[in-house]
T-cell receptor
C-alpha cells in the first residue's frame, strides 16, 4: 500500500528564515501532490498542487519541489512569519486513484519572533 | 458562498447509539469524501462519492455508511457507535484537484 512520511517532530524556526518541510512516499508513483495547511480546530486549507511532470511550483512565499526519482517533495516558506505557524500536510493522488487523496500525518511548524 | 458545511460540530454518543453527520456543499462539486483524523494517524479516507448515486469505500469504511442522493449532500452514518470511532471527522469536496474541507465534527463515543 502507499505510504507517505512527514517528519512528526515539530519544526521551530526564527522569523525571517526559510522553513523547509519534507514529504517522502513509497511504492507507486503519484499523479500529483498537494500541500495543505491546518490550524488547530480547523479543516485543512489547500496551498499548492504540483504534477508528476513538474519539478517546481511557486506561489508568493511558498515553493514546492517534486523529485519523482527520490520520491520526495520539499515545501519551502521563505521569509517566514509567526502567522505561518500551523501544521502542514502533504497529500498525494496516485495514478489510477481518481480523486482520492492519501495524506501524510503532517509536520507542525512554529515560527518564533 | 458557504463552501462545505458540516453539522454538528460536537457530539457525544454512547456505545451502540446511531447518528448521522451531515455534510453539504454549495460549489456544485461532483466529488465528495469523508475523512477521519486521529492523533499520529493523519487523515484517513472513509468513503467517497464521484457523483449523485455513486459511492465507494475508502481506507477505513467499516462501521460507516454513506449515500449520495443529491450533488449537494453527503451524509455519513454511524449505525452502532463504538469507542474506536471517537475522532474528528472532515467532509471535503472537489471538482477535481484541490479539496475544500469543512470545519470538522468532533465525535466522542463513551
Amino acid at each position: 500500500s502507499q505510504k507517505i512520511e512527514q517528519n512528526s517532530e515539530a519544526l521551530n524556526i526564527q522569523e525571517g528564515k526559510t522553513a523547509t518541510l519534507t514529504c517522502n512516499y513509497t511504492n507507486y508513483s503519484p499523479a500529483y501532490l498537494q500541500w495543505y495547511r491546518q490550524d488547530p480546530g480547523r479543516g485543512p486549507v489547500f496551498l499548492l498542487l504540483i504534477r508528476e511532470n513538474e519539478k517546481e511550483k511557486r506561489k508568493e512565499r511558498l515553493k514546492v519541489t517534486f523529485d519523482t526519482t527520490l520520491k520526495q517533495s520539499l515545501f519551502h516558506i521563505t521569509a517566514s512569519q509567526p502567522a505561518d505557524s500551523a501544521t502542514y500536510l502533504c497529500a498525494l493522488v496516485f495514478a489510477g486513484g481518481g480523486n482520492k487523496l492519501t495524506f501524510g500525518t503532517g509536520t507542525q511548524l512554529k515560527v518564533e519572533l | 458562498n458557504a463552501g462545505v458545511t458540516q453539522t454538528p460540530k460536537f457530539q457525544v454518543l454512547k456505545t451502540g447509539q446511531s447518528m448521522t453527520l451531515q455534510c453539504a456543499q454549495d460549489m456544485n462539486h461532483e466529488y465528495m469524501s469523508w475523512y477521519r483524523q486521529d492523533p499520529g494517524m493523519g487523515l484517513r479516507l472513509i468513503h467517497y462519492s464521484v457523483g449523485a448515486g455513486i459511492t465507494d469505500q475508502g481506507e477505513v469504511p467499516n462501521g460507516y455508511n454513506v449515500s449520495r442522493s443529491t450533488t449537494e449532500d453527503f451524509p455519513l452514518r454511524l449505525l452502532s457507535a463504538a469507542p474506536s470511532q471517537t475522532s474528528v471527522y472532515f467532509c471535503a469536496s472537489s471538482n477535481p484537484g484541490e479539496l475544500f474541507f469543512g470545519e470538522g465534527s468532533r465525535l466522542t463515543v463513551l
